[in-house]
């Protein structure tokens, strides 16, 4: 095969590199049409050469290596017969396994190991729809347009089954990628120009009091069963997230001056620090496990399988109790927020609890009851009627 090759002289040094390898590594036929030094010269001139000497059949194809990669693809172009493309970057793929390598080396300093992980599942989804829609493992940063971000959200919300939320989180995940490229000048146009993300409003199935009461007072004869339903106990009166309960370690149970124990520990997924006075309900649950074999080995206070086991292991007791509701180790943290809400304790002491950074991630935890709407109102119509009484 008979590759011809120009440059300019901004890519003289590399057509030189690209040349040699071309002849010496890959053993092609490499037809070298100048420039012969890195002096300043007219690009169109040598682009020209390369485009004809294509169209003419002196060679099967042809490279330019210029600044940008641009004009020399725009002067090829005119030739009759000839259909250049500019590629200036690497491909989509490398550059996504460059950002997850920095994210990996990043997680304990500025990132949690979940952010990391979230970041390799979107890159395997990728590849995946790139080899299902584009059948090929990888495409150019400039194949990467508009069209390709709208078959990659209706690929996941399809092939994929996400929902649109779910679907909506891989995608900002992506654009972090493109805003990179693009950042680098590796990309000419932002695929996701003038779209716009929003999430739907999700309504959360969340217990009520009086079935976690029916749950904890169940005989469980299972012992994965009730070791399942130990710690999801746990969570709902710590309001701790699954990942911190996995790690949570005699360290982060801590005495104040009046004697009083609190579990203060930073969250696994920002690094907040979550400060929870430890109520009797899950005391007695880390009594419970504080000669375990699994814990001991561990040094950890509880022993937590898999968030998937224990999502489907909910799934049975929920049956055996009698709850009709997708009971999740994450709504535990919701019904905390509630039931803490519910009893007086003011959002901001729930915010710190809960290792917020300010409430109004809060309120997107608690749903506020008509315990707390019929509390607040009262209050009110006390000062109305003191008031009048005035």
Not at 133 to 158: A, I
Not at 277 to 295: G, H, V
Not at 338 to 363: P, Q
Request: hydrophobic content about 40%; glycine content about 4%.
């Amino acid at each position: 095969m008979r590759v011809a090759i120009a440059s300019d002289h901004a890519g003289f040094e590399q057509k030189q590199l690209l040349a040699a390898y071309l002849a010496e590594d890959l053993a092609q036929d490499v037809l070298d049409l100048g420039p012969d030094s890195d002096d300043r010269v007219d690009y169109p001139d040598f682009a020209n050469k390369v485009a004809h000497a294509v169209a003419n059949g002196d060679a099967e194809y042809g490279v330019l290596v210029c600044g940008t990669g641009i004009g020399m693809a725009l002067t090829a172009d005119k030739v009759a017969g000839i259909r250049a493309s500019s590629i200036t970057t690497p491909e989509f793929a490398a550059l996504f396994r460059e950002h997850n390598d920095k994210c990996h080396q990043l997680v304990g300093i500025d990132l949690a190991a979940a952010t990391a992980e979230r970041y390799e599942t979107c890159m395997k989804l990728t590849q995946e729809f790139m080899r299902h829609t584009y059948h090929r493992d990888d495409l150019y940063l400039d194949e990467v347009d508009r069209r390709f971000v709208e078959e990659f959200e209706f690929y996941l919300k399809t092939h994929r089954g996400c929902c649109h939320n779910t679907a909506t989180k891989y995608l900002k995940n992506f654009k972090k990628i493109t805003r990179i490229a693009l950042a680098r000048e590796w990309m000419q146009r932002d695929p996701f120009a003038e779209i716009r993300f929003s999430l739907q409003p999700v309504k959360r199935e969340m217990p009520e009091k009086a079935e976690i009461e029916r749950l904890m007072h169940k005989e469980i004869d299972i012992p994965r069963l009730a070791q399942t339903r130990d710690l999801f106990i746990f969570c709902c009166f710590t309001g701790l997230a699954f990942s911190d309960i996995k790690q949570l370690a005699p360290e982060h149970i801590v005495t104040d001056m009046q004697g009083h124990r609190w579990i203060r520990k930073p969250r696994q997924k920002t690094g907040n620090m979550c400060n929870i006075p430890l109520l009797e309900i899950p005391a007695r649950i880390l009594q419970r496990y504080r000669t375990d074999p699994e814990c001991v080995a561990h040094n950890v206070l509880l022993p937590v399988s898999s968030n998937q086991k224990m999502n489907a292991y909910l799934k049975e007791l929920a049956d055996i109790c009698g709850i009709r509701k997708q009971l999740t180790t994450h709504c535990a943290r919701h019904f905390f927020a509630t039931y803490t809400l519910a009893n007086g304790v003011s959002i901001e002491s729930v915010a710190k609890m809960l290792g917020h950074s300010d409430t109004k991630m809060t309120r997107h935890y608690a749903k506020f009851s008509e315990t707390v709407i019929g509390r607040e109102m009262e209050m009110f119509g006390q000062k109305l009627t003191s008031a009048a009484a005035e």
